[in-house]
């Protein structure tokens, strides 16, 4: 396959400028002395989408945790948008496996709750005119004065994604985000999430261990090696977008997801 190759410096996304570069970046544990991630390099350029898939425990949450500004590297560097990332920042939108919205508040209330713990509530309502819009981005208008218990799983996930969004993210990390929904919601909402990055030019990183999601999402798949955790092979997905459900029932798909199981499988990465 032709899409296939092996490189020492992962980038995602062809087109646009540089928006997230994580350089050398290990992390390392003294307790157990663990040995997290070794050495990952990365460029997300702006608007393109990217996933990493690997074995479980091979970092990579840690490397999440790392981007998102949760947890320090222990070496290397990590920029976003030309700046060290030192810790959390509202450029930074993350979106996790479940909405964990606060069922006491409305939808519009948890959407702009990021808002109100950095700038306060009067900034929060200011900025409910733009959670409202977002609501008729994601397909939830007139649902912003329900509460989480009115709303499906789809839909809380729906209402997280606005949350995610209120502050105008520069980069949208992604931890299995629709793993807890049933199939056929969870392909429904990766179309979902495809329209509204495509529609919003957002540059995207999901963590997935399904390699047919990695496929219909992203413009370049990365295969982690086990613990300590790095990238050792990149695939390029060359299918056309938008892309759509029946695309993976083509030769085409079919070939990328049996070349990544294989890799994973066999540990013909090691």
């Known amino acids: ?5 092996r490189i020492t410096e992962a980038t995602a996304g062809h087109h646009g400028r540089p928006v997230y570069e994580l350089r050398g970046v290990t992390k390392s544990y003294a307790r157990g002395n663990l040995k997290a991630l070794d050495r990952v390099d990365l460029t997300l350029n702006e608007g393109g989408f990217a996933s990493v898939i690997g074995p479980s425990g091979c970092g990579k949450t840690t490397l999440l945790k790392i981007m998102a500004g949760l947890v320090p590297p222990t070496g290397g560097s990590v920029y976003l948008q030309g700046t060290p990332v ?4 509202r450029d930074i939108g993350m979106m996790f496996q479940h909405a964990t919205l606060f069922p006491w508040r409305t939808t519009i209330e948890n959407i ?3 808002i109100e713990i950095r700038d306060g509530r009067a900034a ?5 005119a733009d959670a409202l819009a ?4 994601v397909g939830l208008k007139g649902f912003e004065h329900r ?3 009115d709303l499906s799983g789809g839909m809380a996930q729906r209402a997280a ?3 995610m969004l209120i502050t105008e993210p520069a980069v949208l990390l992604l931890d299995e985000p629709f793993s807890a929904l049933d199939e056929l919601s969870r392909d429904f909402m990766n179309m979902e999430l495809q329209r509204i990055c495509m529609e919003r030019q957002a540059t995207a990183f999901l963590i997935t261990h399904s390699i047919p999601e990695a496929v219909i999402l992203s413009d370049v798949v990365y295969v982690m090696s086990p613990r300590p955790g790095t990238f050792v092979e990149t695939v390029e997905i060359d299918l056309p977008r938008p892309r759509t459900l029946d695309m993976m029932t083509d030769r085409k798909f079919g070939e990328y997801v049996r070349h990544i199981r294989t890799h994973l499988d066999k540990g013909a990465f090691l």
């Open 161 to 163: 994604i606005c949350r």
């Open 134 to 137: 977002l609501l008729d981005l």
């Open 1 to 5: 396959m032709t899409a296939v190759h």
């Open 147 to 149: 509460r989480p218990g």
């Open 86 to 89: 030192t810790g959390t920042r």
């Open 124 to 128: 929060a309502k200011a900025k409910h």
């Open 112 to 114: 702009v709750l990021p």
